[in-house]
């Protein structure tokens, strides 16, 4: 069983979303068995919270429904449980990055945008202070690196 963590600021908009995504191709490609995610944040300024309620009408209208609840990364047991420890920014990247316990924990970590499949860009960008569009772009981008994701876990 491969193991994905998905990692933003908040836990609150991108990670849930990415969480959501990628739940969906695993079940449309009948990987159950075999790939398992979940998601976090680097601070825990809404821990215990749901995704935001904007998100969470963006994310519906395109069929995904986010019922994450935010919790922080622990890097004491989440190192450990997962293969891939993926931020959605550069900046939850070196974030991770200062919570390695060492080099295995550090050879963990990606950039979402690594497994772009067809869009370019180099983050996530935060929706959290902007508008409409931002949560858009965050679900365009997440289904194109998703679906990257997959094909490298299947290949
Ligand atoms: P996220 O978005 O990291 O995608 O969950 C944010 C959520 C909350 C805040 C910033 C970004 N905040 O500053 O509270």
Same mark, same amino acid.
């Given at each position: ?7 933003? =600021?908040?836990? %609150?908009? #991108?990670?849930?979303?990415? /969480?959501?995504? !990628? ?6 490609? &009948?990987? *159950? ?32 429904? =986010?019922?994450? %609840?935010? #919790?922080?990364?622990?890097? /004491?047991?989440? !190192? ?6 993926? &931020?959605? *920014? ?66």
């Amino acid at each position: 069983m491969k193991q994905i963590l998905f990692v933003c =600021l908040g836990n %609150i908009c #991108r990670s849930p979303s990415a /969480e959501a995504v !990628f739940n969906a191709l695993i079940e449309k490609n &009948g990987l *159950d068995n075999e790939i398992s995610c979940d998601s976090a944040g680097t601070a825990a300024y809404h821990a215990g919270e749901p995704a935001d309620y904007r998100m969470r009408q963006f994310a519906k209208k395109r069929g995904y429904h =986010l019922t994450s %609840i935010s #919790r922080p990364v622990n890097p /004491e047991t989440d !190192f450990d449980r997962f293969d891939y420890i993926v &931020g959605m *920014d550069t900046q939850n990247v070196r974030d991770l990055q200062r919570m390695a316990r060492n080099e295995n924990d550090r050879k963990k970590i990606y950039l979402m945008t690594d497994f772009a499949s067809g869009l370019r860009y180099d983050s996530v960008p935060d929706p959290y202070y902007g508008g409409d569009a931002g949560f858009e772009l965050v679900l365009d981008i997440l289904e194109d690196t998703c679906a990257g994701l997959i094909r490298k876990l299947q290949s």
